[in-house]
């Protein structure tokens, strides 16, 4: 009985272990915003910013879930992933890490529909979303869940780290 009991024990302590450890690697969030379509807007590939605005609608309220890759939750890369593969037809990696050095550099003043925005959120936590347009952003955010917010926010102003750009068809 002692011995079931300390292998339970074992197993819970492992498993929160792994879930605090995954955790401090996913992604991070806030600043809700609602779809803009705005006719004053300056659009740099009107059909990219659409197929966004229409993923945006599809995920919109998703949950967060660190690995998720569907409408019961996703986190931030597997939303990039899956917006990037069902949407363009382009594969990706499935991390942000490794989403992160896919493309060309771009810098953050010459932002297009469809460039992959990168920040660091921790000492090891990584985030990434999709650019739609005028410093907006698709991503998936551990508290809200998949949303639109601004680049120029308090608090991803800070965070940004780099852009790339991915050839889509």
């Not at 929160?16 to 807007?41: I, K």
């Amino acid at each position: 009985m002692l011995s079931r009991f300390v292998q339970l024990l074992r197993r819970l302590i492992h498993t929160l272990s792994l879930s605090v450890l995954l955790l401090l690697a996913g992604c991070s969030g806030f600043q809700a915003l609602p779809t803009s379509n705005d006719p004053g807007a300056s659009i740099q590939n009107p059909d990219v910013r659409s197929v966004l605005y229409r993923e945006y609608e599809t995920w919109r309220g998703t949950p967060y879930r660190l690995g998720g890759l569907s409408e019961r939750g996703v986190d931030c890369s597997g939303l990039v992933y899956l917006t990037f593969r069902d949407a363009f037809a382009t594969p990706l990696p499935r991390t942000t890490r490794k989403q992160s050095t896919k493309g060309e550099p771009v810098s953050r003043h010459a932002l297009q529909s469809g460039d992959l925005v990168f920040f660091q959120t921790g000492v090891n936590t990584r985030h990434v979303g999709i650019y739609i347009e005028q410093n907006k952003f698709l991503h998936a955010s551990t508290s809200r869940g998949v949303m639109v917010s601004y680049l120029t926010s308090d608090y991803w102003d800070t965070r940004f780290t780099h852009a790339r750009r991915i050839p889509i068809e």
